[in-house]
């Protein structure tokens, strides 16, 4: 059954970074673009940002543009997000999913994705 396993999480202060990892397992990841999902404690779920399987392109939140980026690299089956500047408004468990395009990148749709992970938490302390 395919999944992502994420990772890269932890605890930081504000205006540090992280870099958040997922790997795919049991599906081909070149057939799918990724995208990075959050949702902090008793808040809704957003769409972090999305990057194309075709040419790397990528969508941002208005609340991240300027401080994350995402990246992918196929032949390791992976998908990344580098997080920089982060503010304790970026503290919430980060999920992956397979989208089967751009227009998905949407927290409406990430529960309906083929292939989703378990998270990993990220805290940004003040």
């Known amino acids: 059954q395919g999944q992502f396993v994420e990772s890269g999480g932890g605890l930081v202060q504000a205006g540090d970074s992280l870099r958040l990892s997922c790997v795919a397992s049991?599906?081909?990841?070149?057939?799918?673009?990724i995208g990075w999902f959050r949702q902090a404690p008793g808040g809704e779920r957003e769409a972090v940002s999305c990057?194309?399987?075709?040419?790397?392109?990528?969508r941002y939140a208005d609340s991240v543009k300027g401080r994350f980026t995402i990246s992918r690299d196929n032949a390791k089956k992976s998908g990344y997000l580098q997080m920089n500047s982060l503010t304790p408004e970026d503290t919430a468990v980060y999920y992956c999913?397979?989208?089967?395009?751009?227009?998905?990148?949407?927290?409406?749709?990430?529960?309906?994705?083929?292939?989703r992970g378990q998270g990993t938490q990220v805290t940004v302390s003040a």
């Open positions: 999913a397979a989208l089967s395009g751009l227009e998905y990148c949407e927290a409406k749709y990430y529960t309906g994705a083929d292939y």
């Open positions: 990057i194309s399987r075709h040419n790397g392109r990528a």
């Open positions: 049991g599906f081909n990841l070149d057939d799918y673009d």
